[in-house]
């Protein structure tokens, strides 16, 4: 089956940055839409971005909170997709999940085991 793998995630101080990594089993991205999601306690999770596969156009969104601040990329040498996160603010804190879903952004269907980010100084 599917498997994703985050990493990169740890503490970081307001108004810096961290790079998460996710890791496809799949042998390529072509077909596979990549998404993060993000929950922190007491909340739902909540959709942060998502780049669409590359047969698809590989367009990418953006929740309203995290844009101009996230980057969504893939390396598909590496079967990996990168979140850029920059200007961190301390309610980015939360598990952060990679998703995969076919082709197209929207519910995801396979979820990573999740990686712990904490804004605070």
């Known amino acids: 089956q599917l498997q994703l793998v985050e990493s990169g995630g740890g503490l970081v101080q307001p108004g810096g940055s961290l790079r998460l990594s996710c890791a496809v089993s799949?042998?390529?991205?072509?077909?596979?839409?990549i998404g993060w999601f993000r929950q922190a306690p007491g909340k739902e999770r909540e959709g942060v971005s998502c780049?669409?596969?590359?047969?698809?156009?590989?367009?990418?969104n953006y929740a309203d909170s995290v844009k101009g601040r996230f980057t969504i990329s893939r390396d598909n040498a590496k079967n990996t997709v990168y979140l850029q996160m920059n200007s961190l603010k301390p309610e980015d804190t939360a598990i952060y999940y990679c998703?995969?879903?076919?082709?197209?952004?929207?519910?995801?269907?396979?979820w990573g085991q999740g990686t712990q980010v904490t804004v605070s100084s």
């Open positions: 998703t995969a879903a076919w082709r197209s952004c929207g519910t995801p269907v396979t």
């Open positions: 799949a042998s390529t991205l072509d077909y596979y839409a």
């Open positions: 780049i669409s596969s590359s047969s698809s156009g590989g367009s990418t």
